[in-house]
């Protein structure tokens, strides 16, 4: 059987570093699990070029929309948050999964932090869209997102309506007044949030969704003040766990073997060369 992470760029894709360990440590010695260059105008394609021998495929931006009219059925999650990652082929169907919002919500678990009463989310696109999901699953029925412009914050204004959460809209110029909440989200790109790690700090808990470069300058300054930390690197670990079982049928994938898996690759790139 085969499998794949699409997008563009998607050379320093994590995914394939997981998967594998995953199919080692299920004992799928027939299985393979490779990253593909692709874009959305080649998508369509390629998705409709795959054999029988395909059983999923795990989709980076702006791939996860793009994908949508291309499936024969997608999970109410995946609906409602506009986006599916995940993409699993059975019995000649193509169903579209979203496995971000399971990745946050078990990353927020394993760290401890328990469901807010009150968060605050950097950042309006798409990642930001999976955290309301989890914020909701979580039992959370309102939040406040802080984005540059407003004005493109309707996408993901538009999930919080399909997901029936109350959404506030802020400017970054009033962060100040945000952030009396018990979970900060930041779905910013390294580097971004360097600016903001001063105005973070003193919150209770923060998820950086970044995993590399680590800590994050927003991440070091909440540690300081001694607020709780989860980094992306959890989110992506656990959402892949999920693509597994979805794609495999099996129920015991082995978490820490890619806990290592990407752990060891993440390491690999940052050490110096030799």
């Known amino acids: 059987m ?25 004992g799928l010695y027939g299985w393979r699990y490779e990253a593909i260059e692709c874009d959305e105008a080649g998508l369509p394609g390629l998705v409709g070029g795959l054999g029988p021998e395909w ?44 496995t971000d919002v399971h990745g946050i919500v078990r990353a927020l678990a394993e760290a401890g932090v328990a469901p807010p009463r009150a968060a605050t989310i950097l950042g309006g696109g798409a990642t930001a ?6 914020l909701h699953e979580l ?21 919080a309506e399909r997901l029936g959460t109350a959404l ?12 009396d909440v018990d979970l900060v989200v ?3 790109p390294a580097g971004a949030a360097d600016r903001l790690a001063d105005l973070v700090a003193g919150v209770p808990a923060l998820f950086d969704v970044v995993y590399a470069p680590w800590p994050t300058r927003l991440a070091a300054a909440v540690t300081e003040r001694g607020g709780t930390v989860i980094g992306g690197f959890p989110m992506l670990l ?24 990407g752990k060891a690759e993440i390491v690999r790139r940052v050490a110096p060369e030799s």
Do not use: C, W
């Open 168 to 179: 506030t809209v802020q400017t970054f110029d009033k962060l100040d007044t945000v952030l």
């Open 139 to 159: 039992g959370l029925r309102e939040a406040t997102l802080v984005v540059r412009d407003p004005d493109r914050a309707g996408e993901t204004a538009a999930v």
């Open 55 to 98: 059983a999923g495929l795990s989709l980076t931006m702006p791939l996860k929309r793009a994908v949508l009219p291309l499936l024969d059925t997608v999970s109410d999650l995946a609906v409602a948050v506009g986006g599916a990652n995940t993409v699993v082929f059975s019995d000649g169907a193509r169903h579209g999964e979203n």
């Open 129 to 134: 869209a999976s955290a309301l999901a989890a």
């Open 2 to 26: 085969r499998a794949a992470v699409l997008g563009s760029p998607i050379v320093h894709s994590l995914s394939p570093h997981l998967h594998r360990a995953a199919y080692e440590g299920l």
């Open 238 to 261: 656990h959402q892949a766990v999920r693509q597994v079982e979805l794609m495999t049928g099996r129920t015991d994938v082995p978490v820490e073997a890619m806990r290592a898996a």
């Open 186 to 188: 930041s779905t910013l």
